[in-house]
């Protein structure tokens, strides 16, 4: 069983959004902090949001005013929305915990931002 199951990255234009979502299994989102990271080419993996256990959210820089995390309990899920995209936003989309021990790392989700 994959324990973080990303989804819902696609190819957009500049100024266009998308909804990352991903799904957690044999964890607890809601126990965890959670986080998104992207890899863009030739590039290392980096954090992209943070959400704690109590819904306070942090972004890096980059992202700050244009991405939200949030979290379903319910459905165990948390979600990434991606607002006024850009060509640098073009990467490979990831969720896990936002400290180690990490879980096992998904597929992860393409986002490709066409200029």
């Known amino acids: 069983q994959v324990p973080l199951v990303e989804s819902g990255g696609g190819l957009v234009q500049a100024g266009g959004s998308l909804t990352l979502s991903c799904v957690a299994s044999?964890?607890?989102?809601?126990?965890?902090?959670m986080a998104w990271y992207r890899q863009a080419p030739g590039r290392q993996r980096g954090l992209v949001a943070v959400i704690f256990r109590g819904g306070t959210t942090t972004y890096t820089d980059s992202v700050e005013g244009r991405f939200t995390i949030s979290r379903d309990n319910a459905k165990n899920t948390v979600y990434l929305q991606m607002n006024s995209l850009k060509p640098e936003d073009t990467a490979v989309y990831y969720c896990?915990?936002?400290?180690?021990?990490?879980?096992?790392w998904g597929q992860g989700t393409q986002v490709t931002v066409s200029s």
């Open positions: 044999g964890i607890i989102a809601s126990d965890n902090v």
């Open positions: 896990n915990k936002y400290s180690p021990p990490y879980e096992h």
